[in-house]
């Protein structure tokens, strides 16, 4: 018995391996459990089982491998690997499974197999399945085919290819063994079923029984309907569209026609070779002489042709003999059976003989004049099997020439042709274009002699009409006389169209809004003309086809044609007048004596008839303008060739008045055009020809005008006409856009390159290069076979423009729809639609080029054969310039070739990749998995020569395809992993230098991933280049990594390796640099409101991006879920895993430990901002895919189109119910995407989030969970914002939640997240939380008043002086709870109130007593596990929630401002309208209702209010700014009302204006500043300009002291469009920039130079203001412009200005926290150094500034400062200069301080454990000296560091001895001691004495000016004393520090006797100002002095000696500053 089990101690993967059959067993069992289990597809559990498959399937034991079998089909279901499996399984399965004797077994093998093919490997299985047909076992044989006929039967023919089975179907119908005849009888039905009458061509060669047995069982099926059952893990989303049809009632046959497949039988037949059956001597006899010869050689190739499909060659020859005896061979019977070789050929190569339709069309229409019944036979036969293989659009030149040919045959088989052809046209193909010029030239066939033209041009018209419908041919053909139109009719009765024309579906009842939005964006429709800007959006590049007449715009021969990439020019719908209706129009406009003087042969009359015909048509108005006869007036006899100048002259302004002012169309323009293009070149009126054409350009479309003047210039014979018409072709373009047809342009060009006058050859090059600016270096290829002195002209013209972006098109843009002559609105977003140039581009295809013979020779073994085939490939490539993406096997031959042996071969490989890549252009995307491998080999070639081409190829394939589809497919990986060293080190450099600059989603990170192990492995390398790259490589990957994304990778590291591989790590983390700024959208544009067209455009480019959204995207909501337990969670497919994910939404993790811990450690952003950033919202993707999220559900999350949001909030909150555990476990994911839905605009979005919400918390209230401290800090300060949304449907909902999370979060640590909403200006939000705060004190108790009763109340009572009743109402409210549970209390807890605040709350305490509730219990709070390491410290703006204290905490009161409203101000506002007090009428402290307050019935309560008088106001009717100057009140004060939310609601000054004055100003005021934020420059600086003359004005500028913040918010975002937009737009105007820079700081500085003003900003602002302008003045680009180092000066002085005029404690905040963000966000050095300078400034103003600071605030910023970069932590980091700075400040305020500084703490919790604590003992108990433990040298270290910046740039001194500088520094060093400062001013003294000639400038420039006034008087002193004295005293200063020395013994006293106190005090007042001190010290000071002067009897001396200490405190400071 032990013996048994003893395997089960063994692991899995050896028991399943063991001899023993039932260990096996055992290990089958477990593996079949076990591998669902497994939620990661891509586990490596799976990699270990992988090579064990075939050995499962292949067991000995019969009972095992039953069981194994299990194991496997788990394994296939579950494993990302599995594919790898399919063809050793499939192999084990043929041999061992389908065969079995246990029928379970045979079963269980087919379901694998079945599986196999739903995983994508389809191939494999059928390929293994089709090899057991030639197995001796027929059970074998019999089950692979039953196999088969199960797939084909489930999965259908688009997966199971037919065609390999259809040639084993003989075999298998003619085996010996019954059983397999009839499983391969089955086989033919089944394919039946799909493919029907495609199949039947190939039973011919069977039995006759056979094919009676097989067409019997065919006609059992009838017409059944054909559904696929089974579906690939990619076809989900048909899965979901075939279930939906099931569930609609719809036609039988429509479904059927979607899901049986269109299956050709030409496809399923064997070509056959017929080139390699001509005979050798073929061409020889073709061409002979005699016609019997020929006719033998074309009769031989007759039957050859008539093989159903022919094998595709190089077939040029024999066309090419074939199409000349067509045209010229005399023999009407070889002519006859050369047609009959066309035709077979033609059905024969299908689409292969495309490259000779058009060729063959033109012969054989030609060919029609033979007039013997049995060549035009043939000839029809061939052209319309050669139509087969082409379209309408491509022949209908050739068919337009044929109908125009003289011979009337010829013209009646045309049109003969023509209507059969149609016969195959639907009307998408026989678009309006096509209809015109076909219709056209058929219209002039009815009028013709030849009766049979005439009835066969009948017949065409008649299939056109059938084809296209009466409502758009009758437009073209109304003019035909009844007889005709009668004929027409009925021929197009009696057409047959052979092809299904499909009509639109009916809209299904049960149809979506969803589908009908999608069907409607697929729907084909004409798109607007393009405009290309150097690329952009693919576009249909389709021009128009040329007529005869000029009426759709002439191409081919000769200009432009169509539009450059947009939708064909649509024919002008304005029908031709002729001249007789044109004088009758004309008539009733003009007098007659105009119209007939226009054409009188005396020219002054001709002037006068036109001066006045230009007069009468100024006056008349653009609709009563007939213009089409008014120009036919004008180009009557002589017209525009008029030979006077003057009159021309009138004649052409006339006309440029008609097409700018009047509807002017094409038809207008084809009367005069001719004549104005011949008169370009005249001397005089040329140029007014040219705006004349201009203007019709704008009228009627370049895309018209252009080509017409090209193609009727190069008619002319004049050079002068053609180089002009080249110049102004060349201005059209540059003001119209690139909207021209390349191709037909380049064929003007060349003309004009071709020609011999010198002027029209430069013109050409000109226009060239205009084009050049659009098309960029792939114009060049079209003009390399020009003579090379002309391409040097080129290249020198495109290397002058090299560089220059195309100018933004002018004209063509805004042009009226009426004038567009189309009816149809295709051109409205014409200005933002761009093209990609790559689409312009002609490419040939080279794939009938590249034939087997030309692989197989580049396969050769002899080095010269594929040296020749080599060559071959080149030469195809270079004649084709540009190539279509068909090129067959040659990538794969090419990567072969770049490592053959024979270098010089793979160098040439190499070379043609390069050149192959240009060619193929975006088209080599497709290829790059099967080249880019040979590239990667060469780079690690031994030879130099070699590795630099393959990069150079490299580069190149990548510039082409673009780095992410070059960086795939594990392709790098694989290279690395087994690559040389040269490999690995050009490859990391190469990666480095791409990766480094590639935009985040330009690389695959799957790859970068897949390569990082292979980096890490590098960095240990032997070789030292490999080394190296790999170094170089971990910051570029890290960039788009993440450091986190790289440092899962180590897990896998070698232990010895790992510490080697996080030191690089380490190393690149702090140089990663800094998360972009986010981009402008274009809702910011729209604030100023009038920013116009711009903002629309922005919309519009964002809709339509929006509207694109994913392809892929699955429109249902089983997009997000597994559709089955199968692990459908795959069903993205192997082939792209990223399209479709649907593995579940959220998985169950520990990961939310780890991430609050690294939110607590900064090691990620803090969730805090008041805008989320692009740096936040990367953050939680990133988070949210580490944490397994569904990456379909994080698609959606984060897509642009608000739907998409709506969408993963449904799925959440489906998933709600199943997945709770998930929930939780990425419950603070869910809550920061939540947040930052917050600040979405849609409101159907926000309302969704709340349902959700609300949901959610009750889930997991109910499920016993506690909230983390983490997650609420995410979450809970942006709910608090929406208690201020307008919306109640948003409000109610936010309540509801704050009040659910007071179930799972302790209610004392909610309450500061309210109190801290009371900051906000929105006073809803103010009300709404203030009625939350009475709510939770009345269930919860005092507790929840945080961080102490007292400070909480006194916040609470601070909005009874509130402006808005709502918010005193509410206030009130909540000290009422207080009271009902404190009692009197409460009037000690809120601290001194005003009398009106006081008695507001007495009486409201005294209403509400009468129904004093009884006090409840408090409910106990829940417990909260808090995250390891403590609550989030140091949050920056944000209030930190604590848990009770138990006796309040020392804090500094601050009284709330006076004013507020009348005490019964709302039961007035009620008792108006005849209603009870809502106070009175319900239980004040009623749990139940928590926010009281009704804002929709109060609103209407005022707004209802009938008092008529009261004037009303919109800010429509608000003046402009200098009328508000002059503005006066008018209008009695209104009565008080609720402040709307879109108002700002702050104090206003007291001032003699009404209220009505002050809200208008205010509205007036908000109203400009929006419109300093606007994108428009001259709107800017209009707005500032305004805001600069109230600023001006000191009577009116108080009234912009409420907007301080919201204009420098406005004026930050402004700097930084500049700074991020403008600045790097190459297209706007750098003088634009400079502008705006002048304009806002001008007005900062103006606003920071009042007192009043400048003091009204706030901390954040600030600190938002000082970042930007630093950023400025390190822009580099700045100070490149002419006026930047201007600007940069300017700037500079606001900073200062700033930091001297700001409110202290604000700016001193703000400056901290900006030195805090730029530590933590490792911003450049630059950056930090000045923001570190900035600090030293405030450093050096402290001590006079002590009076304006909130010590506790800045106490706090310190603690949080050095909470997040502790000491310990500076060790690591290159400069530790920020750390000194905060010891400066913190031993600075030690000074100014003194031990008072350890009573601020009250914003610390915790401070006695502090590093601050400890700085500040330590600086308090160590003497102030100059050995101060570190303080004092890093306060030098940064007033050193400030000076340097300041440092004279004069002329130097004389330099002084090196001892007598030495003995200098050390005196100075003594008069910077305060112990010694008079001996070192004696001894500088007697210093100078020695050394007069000595300067000691240098040293006193160092230091302050107090400082260097200080050392003059010192000088001056002593030198009186030693005058008095008449000796040189050196006494040392005293033991205790005091000495007679300092500014402060300048204080005189000669005389005790003569002494006067008055005098001393005036001194010492003064001195004591510029030091620093406060007028309350200077008095007590004085009152000292006074009392000691009565102590001492006048002997005061000793006195202020003591006093000295204190100027030479300040003294040390000095001598540090700038």
């Known amino acids: 018995m032990e013996e048994d089990t003893e395997y089960l101690k063994l692991p899995l993967e050896d028991r399943c391996v063991h001899k023993l059959w039932k260990a096996r067993l055992s290990g089958y069992e477990e593996c079949t459990k076990h591998f669902p289990k497994i939620t990661d597809e891509r586990s490596p559990e799976f990699n270990r089982f992988a090579p064990l498959m075939k050995k499962f399937v292949t067991d000995s034991n019969a009972v095992a491998q039953e069981k194994a079998l299990d194991a496997v089909l788990a394994f296939v279901e579950n494993a990302h690997v599995a594919g790898r499996t399919a063809g050793d399984c499939t192999s084990g399965i043929v041999q061992k ?138 076809q989900q989303d048909l899965k979901a569209k075939m ?442 009126n040329g140029p007014l020809c040219g705006e004349v054409l201009i203007a019709m350009a704008e009228a009627a479309k370049l895309q018209w005008v252009g080509p017409e003047v090209m193609t009727r210039a190069f008619e002319q014979k004049s050079p002068k006409v053609q180089e002009v018409a080249l110049k102004w072709l060349a201005d059209a373009i540059t003001d119209f856009g690139f909207v021209l047809q390349p191709k037909a342009l380049i064929g003007d060009i060349k003309k004009a390159l071709a020609h011999t006058n010198p002027g029209v050859r430069t013109s050409g090059i000109t226009l060239c290069g205009t084009i050049y600016l659009y098309m960029g270096a792939t114009l060049r290829v079209f003009f390399e076979d020009e003579k090379t002195a002309l391409l040097q002209q080129i290249d020198t013209e495109f290397e002058r423009l090299t560089g220059t972006t195309p100018p933004p098109p002018i004209r063509g843009l805004n042009r009226d729809s009426s004038t567009d002559n189309d009816g149809d609105d295709d051109d409205v977003d014409a200005k933002q639609a761009v093209i990609n140039v790559q689409d312009l581009v002609p490419r040939m295809n080279i794939s009938e080029q590249l034939s087997s013979t030309l692989f197989t020779e580049l396969a050769d073994k002899n080095w010269k054969v594929r040296n020749e085939a080599l060559q071959k490939v080149a030469n195809i490539i270079s004649e084709a310039k540009f190539i279509k993406g068909d090129i067959g096997e040659l990538p794969t031959s090419l990567c072969a070739r770049m490592n053959d042996t024979n270098k010089n071969l793979a160098l040439e490989a190499l070379r043609i990749t390069a050149s192959l890549a240009v060619s193929l252009g975006p088209h080599c995307k497709p290829h790059t998995r099967n080249i880019v491998p040979g590239m990667l080999t060469a780079l690690g070639d031994s030879k130099q020569n070699i590795r630099q081409q393959a990069m150079s190829t490299l580069n190149s394939w990548v510039e082409q395809a673009g780095l992410k589809e070059t960086i795939d497919g594990e392709v790098f990986a694989d290279a690395l992993k087994s690559g040389s060293p040269f490999l690995k080190s050009e490859l990391f450099i190469w990666m480095a230098e791409k990766l480094k600059d590639a935009p985040p989603k330009g690389v695959n990170k799957e790859e970068l991933h897949a390569c990082t192990q292979y980096l890490f492995m590098a960095l240990e390398d032997r070789n030292v280049d490999v080394r190296k790259g790999a170094s170089e490589a971990v910051l570029p990957f890290m960039i788009h990594l993440g450091y986190e994304g790289m440092l899962k990778h180590t897990s896998k590291v070698k232990p010895s390796s790992k510490n080697t591989v996080m030191q690089a790590l380490e190393k690149a983390k702090p140089n990663l640099p800094a998360k972009p700024q986010p981009k402008p959208k274009g809702s910011t544009s729209g604030i100023g409101g009038p920013s116009g067209r711009s903002g629309g455009y922005m919309d519009r480019q964002q809709g339509g991006a929006a509207a694109g959204g994913k392809g892929g995207t699955p429109t249902g909501k089983k997009g997000l879920r597994a559709p089955s337990a199968t692990r459908a969670g795959t069903a993205g497919g192997r082939k792209d895993s990223e399209d479709v994910d649907t593995s579940p939404l959220l998985q169950v993790n520990n990961l939310k430990q780890q991430r609050a811990t690294d939110e607590q450690r900064l090691r990620v952003l803090r969730w805090d901002f008041s805008t989320p950033r692009p740096e936040f919202i990367t953050q939680l993707k990133d988070q949210m895919t580490t944490a397994g999220m569904n990456r379909q559900l994080t698609s959606n999350m984060f897509h642009q189109d608000f739907k998409f949001h709506i969408k993963a909030i449904d799925a959440l909150n489906e998933d709600l119910n199943s997945n709770l555990p998930a929930c939780i476990a990425n419950l603070d994911l869910i809550l920061k995407w939540l947040t930052i839905r917050f600040f979405d605009t849609n409101p159907s979005v ?562 006695h454990g502090s590093e601050l604590h400890k700085f500040l003992t330590k600086a308090l108990r160590k003497p102030k000296t100059d050995d101060d433990g570190g303080i004092g040298d890093s306060n030098r270290l940064a007033a050193a560091q400030v000076t340097n910046d300041s440092a004279d740039s004069g002329k130097s001194p004389k330099r002084l001895s090196k001892t007598a500088h030495n003995t200098l520094s050390e005196i100075f060093r003594k008069i910077g001691s305060k112990e010694n400062t008079k001996e070192g001013l004696i001894q500088l003294y007697e210093f100078k004495q020695k050394h007069p000639e000595a300067d000691i400038e240098p040293f006193l420039r160092k230091s302050s000016q107090f400082f260097q006034n200080y050392i003059e008087r010192g000088l001056k002193r002593v030198e009186m004393e030693r005058q008095a004295e008449g000796k040189v005293a050196s006494s040392p200063a005293s033991e205790n520090g005091s000495n007679s020395a300092g500014p402060l013994a300048s204080i005189q006293v000669p005389d005790t006797a003569n002494f006067n106190m008055n005098d001393l005090v005036d001194q010492f007042k003064s001195i004591a100002a510029r030091a620093g001190f406060d007028n309350t010290y200077i008095d007590s000071a004085v009152k000292d002095i006074c009392s000691t002067e009565k102590e001492v009897k006048g002997d005061i001396t000793e006195y202020i000696k003591s006093l000295t200490t204190v100027e030479q405190t300040m003294d040390q400071y000095g001598s540090h500053d700038q």
């Open 97 to 234: 499974c389908l065969a079995a004797p246990k029928r379970g077994t045979q079963e269980k093998a087919l379901e694998i197999l079945l599986m196999y093919c739903e995983i994508e490997k389809y191939e494999v299985v059928q390929e293994e399945l089709m090899k057991g047909f030639t197995q001796k076992n027929p059970k074998v044989v019999v089950g692979c085919v039953h196999a088969i006929t199960t797939a084909l039967r489930e999965f259908g023919p688009k997966v199971i290819n037919p065609k390999p089975l259809i040639k084993q179907m003989h075999t298998l119908l003619e085996d010996r063994d019954k059983n397999v005849r009839e499983e391969g009888k089955k086989l033919v039905i089944e394919m039946y079923r799909w493919i029907r009458q495609a199949l039947k061509p190939q039973l011919s060669s069977l039995k006759p029984v056979q094919i009676q047995e097989l067409e019997a069982e065919f006609e059992k099926f009838g017409s059944e309907k054909v559904v696929q059952t089974r579906f690939l893990r990619s």
């Open 243 to 684: 279930e939906a049809q099931d569930d609609e009632d719809g036609d039988e046959d429509e479904d059927e026609e979607v899901n049986v497949p269109d299956i050709d039988p030409y496809d399923l037949m064997e070509p056959v070779d017929i080139l390699s059956k001509l005979p050798k001597d073929f061409y020889e006899k073709v061409e002979a002489k005699k016609w019997q010869e020929r006719k033998e050689a074309v009769e031989l190739l007759h039957p050859l042709t008539q093989n159903p499909r022919l094998e595709q060659g190089d077939y040029h020859d024999l066309m090419k003999a074939l199409r000349k005896i067509i045209s010229k061979d005399t023999n009407v019977m070889i002519v006859a059976q050369a047609g009959l070789c066309v035709a077979g050929l033609a059905k024969g190569l299908k689409k292969k003989f495309t490259p000779f339709a058009l060729s063959f069309t033109e012969t054989i229409l030609e060919k029609f004049r033979e007039k013997k019944i049995s060549v035009v036979t043939a000839m029809r036969e061939a052209i319309d099997a050669v139509y087969q293989t082409t379209n309408i659009e491509a022949i209908q030149e050739t068919v337009s020439s044929a109908l125009a040919n003289k011979n009337p045959q010829v013209k009646a088989e045309t049109a003969a042709f023509l209507a059969r052809a149609l016969c195959y046209c639907t009307p998408a193909i026989l678009n309006k274009k096509l209809v015109k010029v076909i219709t056209t030239d058929l219209l002039k066939g009815l009028n013709e002699s030849d009766p049979t033209v005439r009835d066969n041009c009948c017949e065409a018209l008649g299939v056109a009409l059938k084809v296209v419908g009466e409502k758009q041919m009758m437009v073209i053909i109304a003019d035909v006389d009844n007889l005709k139109m009668q004929k027409i009719k009925e021929a197009a009765e009696k057409a047959e169209i052979k092809v299904k024309i499909s009509a639109p579906k009916a809209k299904k009842a049960g149809t979506s809004k969803k589908e009908e939005l999608k069907q409607a964006t697929a729907s084909p429709t004409s798109g607007p003309n393009k405009v290309v800007r150097g690329g952009g959006k693919r576009a249909s590049s389709a021009g128009p086809i040329r007529g005869k007449k000029p009426t759709g715009g002439k191409g081919g021969k000769g200009g432009g044609g169509g539009g450059g990439g947009g939708s064909a020019l649509e024919e002008c719908k304005e029908a031709e007048i002729s001249i007789e209706e044109a004088l009758e129009k004309a008539g009733e406009m003009l007098p007659e004596d105009v119209i007939s003087g226009v054409t009188d042969p005396n020219w002054k009359t001709r002037l006068g008839a036109v001066e006045s015909f230009t007069s009468i048509l100024k006056s008349m108005d653009r609709s009563e303008i007939p213009t089409q006869a008014f120009v036919r007036i004008l180009a009557q006899k002589p017209g525009f060739r008029d030979n006077n100048f003057q009159v021309l002259k009138l004649k052409l302004e006339a006309l440029k008045n008609l097409a700018e002012n009047s509807e002017f169309t094409r038809r207008s323009g084809e009367v005069c055009i001719q004549e104005l293009v011949e008169k370009l070149g005249d001397p005089k």
């Open 1246 to 1807: 926000i309302m969704k989030a709340m349902d959700y919400l609300q949901q959610v918390f009750q889930f997991v209230s109910e499920d016993g969970y506690h909230l983390l401290d983490t997650e609420a800090n995410c979450f809970l300060p942006f709910l608090v914002t929406k208690f201020g949304d307008p919306k109640d449907s948003i409000r109610g909902p936010a309540r509801n939640i704050a009040k659910l999370i007071c179930n799972i979060y302790p209610a004392s640590k909610v309450s500061p997240y309210m109190l801290e909403g009371l900051k906000a200006k929105n006073a809803r939000q103010r009300a709404e939380c203030l009625e939350a705060i009475g709510s939770l004190i009345d269930v919860y108790g005092m507790p929840v008043c945080q961080p102490s009763p007292g400070v909480a109340l006194k916040e609470i009572a601070k909005q009874i002086a509130d402006r808005d009743n709502s918010v005193r109402n509410a206030a009130l409210n909540s000290l009422v709870q207080v009271y009902f549970r404190e009692g009197e209390k409460v009037f000690k807890l809120v601290g001194n109130l005003s009398d009106k605040d006081m008695s507001l709350l007495e009486e409201r305490i005294k209403r509400a007593a009468k129904n004093r509730p009884v006090i409840k219990k408090p409910p106990v709070e829940p417990e909260v596990p808090t995250v390891r390491g403590g609550a989030a410290a140091g949050r920056p703006n944000r209030v930190i929630p604590t848990a009770a204290q138990p006796a309040p905490a020392l804090v500094r009161d601050r009284e709330g401002s006076a004013g507020g409203a009348a005490s019964g101000e709302q039961s007035s506002l009620l008792k108006r309208f005849g209603l009870r007090n809502q106070q009175q009428q319900q239980q004040p402290g009623s749990a139940n209702a928590p926010f009281k307050i009704d804002y929709g019935l109060i609103e209407k309560l005022l707004e209802d209010n009938g008092n008529s008088d009261k004037p009303q106001y919109s800010i429509e009717e608000i003046p402009d700014m200098a009328s508000l100057l002059n503005y006066k009140p008018v209008c009695p004060t209104p009565a008080s009302r609720i402040t709307r939310p879109g108002f700002s609601s702050v104090p206003r000054p007291v001032t003699s204006a009404s209220p009505v004055e002050a809200e208008g100003a205010a509205q007036a005021i908000n109203m400009v500043i929006s419109q300093v934020a606007t994108p428009d420059a001259n709107t800017v600086i209009t707005a500032l300009s305004q805001l600069d003359e109230v600023l001006q004005s000191e009577e009116r500028c108080y009234q912009l002291a409420p907007h301080v913040d919201q204009l420098l918010i406005v004026a930050t975002l402004q700097y930084r469009l500049v700074l991020n937009t403008k600045m790097a737009n190459p297209n706007v105007n750098k003088e634009e920039c400079i502008k705006i820079y002048r304009s806002l700081t001008n007005c900062l500085m103006v606003i920071f130079t009042n007192k009043q003003l400048g003091t009204k900003a706030t901390r954040d602002v600030l600190r938002d203001v000082v970042h930007v302008l630093i950023h400025i003045l390190l822009d580099p680009r700045l100070s490149q412009l002419e006026d930047g180092p201007q600007i940069i000066r300017a700037i500079n002085v606001l900073v200062v200005r700033i930091v001297e005029k700001a409110q202290f404690t604000h700016i001193f905040s703000a400056l901290l926290k900006l030195l805090h963000e730029s530590v933590g966000s490792g911003g450049g050095c630059k950056f930090t150094e000045l923001v570190m300078k900035c600090n030293w400034k405030i450093i050096r103003i402290l001590p006079s500034r002590t009076n304006d600071l909130d010590l506790d605030q800045i106490l706090f910023d310190v603690h949080n400062f050095l909470v997040a970069y502790p000491v310990s932590s500076w060790a690591e980091r290159p400069s530790d200069t920020p750390l000194r700075t905060m010891k400066t400040v913190i031993h600075t305020l030690c000074k100014e301080y003194g031990t008072t500084i350890l009573s601020h703490f009250s914003k610390i919790d915790n401070a």
